[in-house]
């Protein structure tokens, strides 16, 4: 199918708006999608149709071989993110086949990647709501961030700072996040997969 029958890709970070979420290990997908912005030289702005910051522009060499983008941080928190990437799907008249969701991951370790395309929710809230609104075929750009340590309850462990241990590696981590992101939508999933899925 052409770009222009599918609508542009639509890449939704997802993390808790606030300054206190900022650096939590659950807002990993605002920070890539930061990333991808500054390397876009765009700014977010925020969306009058849904509850959402987003920037538009163009991924991938200049010209022939660049895609179409929106980026997004849905300002909901994270548990009601799919009312605001439903409204942005039906607004830019996208496919969901053409959604890519970055988010945090408890079952693999910190700082590994995995890339897919539909499946469960995995006890995600984020994903939980996105899959209830719009369905499970949706591409996941999961971002490891581990189990929490003894009997730390998973919810306080997800809206903690990453450590600082975590935090001398999450600038290579976040940019190698970004990099498999703009591989998944310039030259596939199974390219991004076999170069990124570590």
Known sequence: MSETSTGPWLVAGLGN??????????????????????????????????????L????????????????????????????????????????????????????????TLRLKKSGGDNGHNG???????????Y????????RPPGRMAVADYVLKDFSGAERKELEYLVDRTADAVETLLTAGLERAQSAYNS
């Open 139 to 146: 591409h996941r750009v999961r971002f490891g961030v581990g």
């Open 17 to 54: 708006p606030g300054p206190q979420y900022a650096g939590n290990r659950h807002n990993v997908g605002f920070m890539v999608a930061d990333l991808l912005a500054a390397r876009m030289g765009g700014a977010f702005k925020s969306h009058k149709a849904s509850r959402a910051q987003v």
């Open 56 to 111: 538009e522009g163009r991924i991938g060499t200049p010209g022939v071989d660049s895609t179409r983008v929106v980026l997004a941080k849905p300002m909901s928190f994270m548990n009601v993110s799919g009312g605001p990437v439903a409204s942005l799907l039906d607004f830019y008249k996208a496919d969901l086949s053409r959604l890519v969701v970055v988010h945090d991951e408890l079952d693999i370790p910190y700082g």
């Open 127 to 137: 994903l939980r709501s996105l899959t209830k609104t719009l369905g499970p075929d």
